[in-house]
Every structure is written in C-alpha cells, then in structure tokens.
C-alpha cells in the first residue's frame, strides 16, 4: 500500500553528521508511525528510532539515545534521521519502516520497509 525510499546515507568520518531521509509515496503518510532500524554485517537488525504518526512521540535505540534524532514532515511524506558524534559502530544499512499501528521498537511492528541506504563512518 505504501512505498518506502530511503537517502541521504553515504561515507563520513567518525564525530561528523549524516541526515536520513524517507520519502514516502501515497496521500495518507499521517496515517503511519515510523522506524529506523539498522543492519550491520553479520548482525542482527537493530532498532534505531521511532516517531508517532503525529510525532509527537518518539523512542530510541540505546546505542543511540542522545545522538540521534528522528522527525517527520507529514506535509512532505517524509521522515528523517539526524545522526551526530557518528563512530564506526554506527556502520550499517538503514532502513525505513512504516507502521499503521503504535510506533513500536520492534520489527514486527512495522508493515513496510524501504530496500536501505548505507552508512559508512571511518575512523
């Protein structure tokens, strides 16, 4: 029903910033809670972030709290993922997922999932 395209993933060096972005396709993006999740080789999918359908709640990863931060902008369809202080911990493939449930920290809360952008941090 909806379609989910990540961007903005790309090399940084390690204390720099990347901002994600999730564009969504359909005229009803409100009606979605939100999640990033990330997937490092040889681990298993871990949850990033989540953010209600208002935004007007959101939750994190423990890796995570206090150096990112998830948004929306519904008159947009999209989502985003400000990442700080990133260290090569933080390499991986994330992706974008979309709920028509309660934002949830957990993969099978989410309904829809974009194919992943990468992120690289070197240190």
């Known amino acids: 029903q909806v379609q989910l395209v990540e961007s903005g993933g790309g090399l940084v060096q390690a204390g720099g910033s990347l901002r994600l972005s999730c564009a969504a396709s359909g005229r009803t993006f409100s009606i979605y809670a939100m999640g990033w999740f990330r997937q490092a080789p040889g681990k298993e999918r871990e949850f990033v972030a989540g953010i209600s359908r208002s935004g007007g709640s959101t939750i994190y990863g423990d890796s995570v709290k206090g150096r990112f931060t998830i948004s929306r902008d519904n008159a947009k369809n999209t989502v985003y993922l400000q990442m700080n202080s990133l260290a090569p911990e933080d390499t991986a493939v994330y992706y974008c997922?979309?709920?028509?449930?309660?934002?949830?920290?957990?993969?099978?809360?989410?309904?829809?999932w974009g194919q992943g952008t990468q992120v690289t941090v070197s240190s």
């Open positions: 997922a979309g709920s028509s449930r309660v934002v949830a920290a957990i993969t099978s809360g989410y309904d829809y």
